[in-house]
């Protein structure tokens, strides 16, 4: 079995600094690894995902994540936020062995952006 | 088009009432799910579709039942629910059952049961 922790249930943060979302994973077996941010009042949208190949993935808005086998974490990044990252950020674990299952989700990190 | 989309956004319920939930994709999607989400938490997976076929259940209660008409429309029938079956309601929808292909989902419904 999966889990998937989310270090931070809060993050505030002010316009323009950097910020660092974690996530760790608890798995027997090697996994997927997604990001998947929810903003209000909104369904959620895949940010980036790790399957295989380089351990540094990106998103086409300034997020990145890098895969680290040996501490089980992907925690998510972006050198510089905005207001409309305001939004809860969940990490997900999948199953290589079971494609056909389901996501792990993590409870979620509030990023909170202030001007 | 990229849109997964869901009717109504809002509803309010009466334990004794019976609702329907429906959601529509025209991705030519062949796998569909509901999620549950209570505030704060994060989705939890109830039911999967998979070429219009029920693939997985979570164990749900018989409360809800879902359908799937077609491989556009997911539909989740609601009776006797409970007040604690008060959550945001989402759809997704992805190429197939395959984890590696993005899920896209509805913006939700918003379910109140009273």
């Known amino acids: 079995a999966q889990s998937v922790t989310q270090l931070d249930s809060q993050v505030p943060v002010f316009e323009e600094a950097p910020v660092e979302l974690r996530c760790n994973y608890s798995?027997?077996?090697?996994?997927?690894l997604f990001w998947y941010v929810q903003y209000p009042n909104q369904g959620l949208q895949l940010l980036l995902k790790y399957l295989s190949g380089s351990t540094l993935v990106e998103s086409i808005n300034g997020f990145e994540a890098e895969f680290n086998k040996s501490q089980t974490s992907f925690h998510l990044r972006k050198p510089s936020v905005h207001i409309s990252d305001t939004a809860e950020y969940f990490c997900?674990?999948?199953?290589?062995?079971?494609?056909?299952?389901?996501?792990?989700f993590g409870q979620g990190t509030e990023l909170s952006v202030k001007p | 088009d990229t849109e997964v989309t869901q009717t109504p956004k809002h509803l309010v319920m009466g334990m004794t009432n019976k609702k329907s939930l429906k959601c529509e994709q025209h991705m030519g999607h062949r796998a569909m799910y509901w999620y549950k989400q209570k505030a704060k938490k994060p989705p939890e997976l109830m039911f999967v579709y998979s070429y219009e076929k029920l693939s997985i259940n979570e164990s749900v209660p018989s409360r809800f039942s879902p359908e799937c008409p077609n491989s556009s429309l997911l539909n989740l029938h609601l009776h006797a629910l409970q007040p604690e079956d008060s959550a945001l309601y989402l759809c997704a929808s992805s190429r197939d059952q395959d984890l590696t292909y993005e899920q896209y989902f509805g913006p939700g419904t918003r379910l109140t049961v009273t």
């Open positions: 997900a674990v999948s199953d290589r062995r079971n494609q056909g299952g389901k996501l792990i």
């Open positions: 798995s027997s077996v090697s996994v997927y």
